[in-house]
């Protein structure tokens, strides 16, 4: 940020200084996401020190996963849905980069992602990311990279096509119906490596199977997940 943005964000502060979103009382600090108070509370996940957590056990029988992590815990009211809000549909990207920061370093400190050599976000459709400004989920891998100078690849999976409507599809039909929408290029970037794949919310998680199927298929020496909230 250069000296005169500085500035204008220090008097729009001071004009309208943003609330924290946790309390709804505590006037944030710059570039934070809650106050002090706030974060202290916020219901982080163990899934980096635990290799045998929910999220890795919702794959079971389908993706052979090294490793699967999300930070915190998703539930409808609360702290981490407003955030996720703001991120998604706010234009917040300090949320995705803060949890990407968070997750650099849990990262550098699990048992569980040793020797990580790629980054891959899941990709969203060119026309929403230019609606948006962003796809949250690179905003968040540039986040991760900043800390664990892990490298993100931007152009190994790609989004071709818009998502048809999931309503009324089993599981199989959803991660099908899914899968069609993405593309593998470049393949062999990743072959032999340990990737990571990465995104904001899992939910029913089939665009992360989907987008692990397509992976698979570069044939790299294995495949990781981390989320920054945890919906399952
Ligand atoms: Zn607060």
Do not use: W
């Not at 803060?98 to 790629?118: C, M, Q, R």
């Not at 990743?190 to 044939?219: F, M, S, Y």
Request: proline share 5%; glycine share 6%.
């Amino acid at each position: 940020m250069n000296l005169i943005s500085t500035y204008i964000t220090d008097l729009k502060n001071v004009m309208f200084p943003d609330i924290c979103p946790g309390c709804n009382e505590n006037v944030l600090p710059r570039g934070r996401l809650f106050c002090t108070d706030c974060l202290l509370e916020l219901p982080f996940t163990d899934h980096f020190d635990v290799k045998e957590n929910r999220v890795i056990a919702h794959f079971y029988g389908r993706i052979p996963l090294r490793a699967a992590a999300s930070l915190v815990y998703f539930s409808s009211h609360g702290n981490v849905q407003e955030v996720m809000h703001r991120f998604k549909y706010k234009g917040h990207k300090n949320v995705g980069i803060t949890f990407g920061h968070i997750a650099g370093e849990k990262i550098l400190l699990s048992p569980h992602f040793y020797d990580t050599n790629a980054i891959i976000p899941v990709p969203l459709h060119k026309d929403k990311e230019y609606i948006r400004g962003y796809n949250q989920s690179t905003v968040f891998a540039n986040g991760i990279s900043e800390i664990s100078k892990i490298p993100v690849y931007h152009d190994v999976l790609v989004k071709t096509s818009k998502n048809e409507s999931q309503t009324g599809k089993n599981r199989m039909e959803r991660v099908k119906n899914v899968g069609s929408v993405y593309e593998l290029r470049h393949p062999e970037k990743i072959t032999g490596k340990n990737i990571v794949l990465v995104d904001d919310v899992i939910t029913t998680g089939a665009t992360l199977e989907a987008c692990c199927d397509l992976l698979i298929q570069a044939k790299p020496a294995g495949i990781s997940i981390i989320t920054i909230a945890c919906a399952i």
